[in-house]
């Protein structure tokens, strides 16, 4: 092969290398690159909304059970995980509250763009609210809790108990509504489940309500399977939208 054949063999081999690349650029607006660039984005931003959820969910449950078990004078079985916002100790379940309430508005956005739903997200969100009225505003002592209060319900009760009183429902109502909600959004097995979640918490919803009311001995065990209930759903839905 003479020089001339040389130079046409490079010349070809260095246009069939930049052809492709020519052609991507070519054929491809700018607009769409920038787009794919900003869903791949903006799937970042929903997963880290949703693990923030799931994280806050799994940092309650466990403050929960580690300072029920630790405290003194504490019974899980008898006593609700409110009354863990008093004494010295006070403050933990306090802010537990408050992070948990946190991380379902993060929890519900996150919600929001993975499902593209509205109802659904609005009631987490009015969840998180519930849960940080109960950590602004504290329970009364009461029912032998913390040690040297009274053994009963006193007969008048503080404004910030009625407060904490009226946020347990609201939220346990707005998750129950959210469940049935989203659960038309979700395909299959997590359909079922969602609506058995909703089914299930709402019974232990009720009997929490009348063991409370009722003074029973297993109020605090009976709360604490609603709670594992419905903060269960809470994390396993984050991982499957994950």
């Known amino acids: 092969m003479g020089c001339a054949g040389l130079l046409w063999a490079s010349v070809i081999t260095s246009v069939s290398a930049l052809a492709p690349r020519f052609l991507y650029d070519f054929l491809t607006p700018g607009w769409m690159v920038v787009q794919v660039g900003s869903e791949a984005a903006g799937r970042d931003v929903t997963e880290t ?3 923030v959820g799931v994280a806050a969910a799994v940092v309650f449950v466990a403050v929960l059970l580690v300072e029920g078990a630790l405290r003194s004078g504490y019974d899980p079985a008898y006593h609700s995980g409110s009354e863990l916002s008093l004494g010295d100790r006070g403050w933990i379940q306090m802010a537990n509250f408050l992070q948990m309430g946190v991380g379902m508005f993060a929890f519900a956005l996150g919600v929001h763009q993975a499902l593209n739903a509205v109802i659904g997200p609005v009631l987490l969100a009015i969840f998180g609210l519930g849960s940080i009225a109960s950590g602004v505003f504290v329970p009364d002592p009461m029912r032998g809790y913390p040690p040297g209060g009274p053994t009963g319900t006193p007969a008048e009760l503080t404004r910030h108990h009625q407060v904490h009183t009226a946020a347990g429902p609201v939220m346990f109502l ?13 395909l299959g097995a997590w359909r079922l489940y969602t609506v058995l979640t909703a089914v299930v918490g ?7 309500a009348l063991a409370y009311q009722r003074d029973a001995a297993n109020t605090g065990l009976v709360q604490r399977a609603l709670i594992l209930v419905y903060w269960s759903w809470i994390v396993l839905l984050g991982l499957h939208l994950v």
């Open 49 to 51: 909304l949703l693990i």
């Open 174 to 186: 707005a998750i129950f509504g959210a469940c049935l909600t989203l659960a038309g959004r979700l």
């Open 202 to 208: 709402l019974a232990l919803t009720i009997w929490t």
